[in-house]
C-alpha cells in the first residue's frame, strides 16, 4: 500500500461518522468557516461523496448538459475513477446551480477523504486534505462565485501526509466518545440508536488496529445479582458480534459483565433504569 493510500485510509476512518472534526480534534487542524446570510432551505440539493477511491454524486442537476460537465470534470478531476450517479434532472434550476456544482467537485478532487452537500442556501463540506495550500485557494475561488444569500461551511482536517499512524490513532482515542448504547428492558437487544455508534467503533477499530477493544456489560438492578451478571455478560457478547461482523478480529475484542454493580443513573426511575442498561466501551494499545 503506498504512502498516499495509508493516508487516504486513515482519513476516511477517522473522519467517517464524525468520529473526528476539526472543531473537536485539534492537531495540524484549521476549521474554515466563510458565511453569509443563511435564508430558508427549499428543495434543491446534490450530494457529492469522495471516499475509499470511489466517487458518488447524488441530487438535482439543471439540465442534460449539466450532466454532462460534472462527469467531465470527474474525469479530469479523479483520473481512473467512475463515479456512481443517481441524478434528478429539474429545469426550475437557479442559474448559479450548475457552476457552483462544478467548483465543489473541483474543491474536492483536493482532498483525502471528503463530502459536500449543495443546496438553495448553503454548501456543506467536510473532510480531509494533505494539500492545505491548494485546498485554500480553490476554496477562495469559489467563495468568489457565490451568489447573495449562500453560505459556505467548510469544516476540514489538514494533515502532514507525514503523519504517523499509531500517534494519531492514539489521539483520535482521546477525543472519541463513543455514545450510548442502551438495551431494550430485560433483553441482549440493543436499541437501533446503537447501530451508528457501533458503526462508528467499527470504522476506528479497522483503521487503528493496533488497538484492542474492551467490551462491557451492564444492567439495571431489577433483577438478582446472578441474572444481571448473565445477563450483561449477553449484552457485552452481542456487541462484540456486532463488531466482528463488521471486520474486527474477534481476538481484538474483549468482553466484561459487571452487571448492576456501576450505575450511572437512579434506578428508582424507568428512565434512570433506561441509562444503566447500557455498554462501556473502551480502546486500548496492544501489549
Known sequence: MTKISIIRYLSVGL??????TATNFNFAAVTDKLSKPVHEAHMLRLEFRWQYEVLRLVGHI??????????????????GNSPEIDFILFNAAPSHWEELSMKVLYL???????EAVLSNNEIIIR??????????KKLNALQKVLPEGISINANMLYISPTI???KTCIMAIKAFAVGAINFEESSTKFLDSAHSQLNRVIAL???????????????DSSGNNKWNQELSLKRATT?????????IERERLFIYSAGSSYPIA?????YGRSLNRRIDIKFQTKN
Not at 474536492?108 to 471528503?114: G, P
Not at 437512579?266 to 424507568?270: D, K, L, Q, R
Request: charged residues 10%; glycine residues 8%.
Open 15 to 20: 473522519v467517517i461518522g464524525g468520529l473526528i
Open 62 to 79: 439543471a439540465t442534460v448538459n449539466h450532466k454532462k460537465n460534472l462527469l467531465s470534470v470527474a474525469a479530469s478531476s479523479f483520473p
Open 108 to 114: 474536492l478532487a483536493e482532498s483525502s477523504f471528503s
Open 127 to 136: 473532510g480531509v486534505t494533505t494539500k492545505e495550500v491548494m485546498w485554500k
Open 164 to 166: 504517523n499512524t499509531k
Open 205 to 219: 477499530a479497522n483503521v487503528c488496529k493496533m488497538m484492542t477493544i474492551s467490551i462491557t456489560g451492564h444492567t
Open 239 to 247: 456487541v462484540s458480534d456486532y463488531i466482528a461482523q463488521g471486520g
Open 266 to 270: 437512579n434506578n428508582a426511575t424507568s
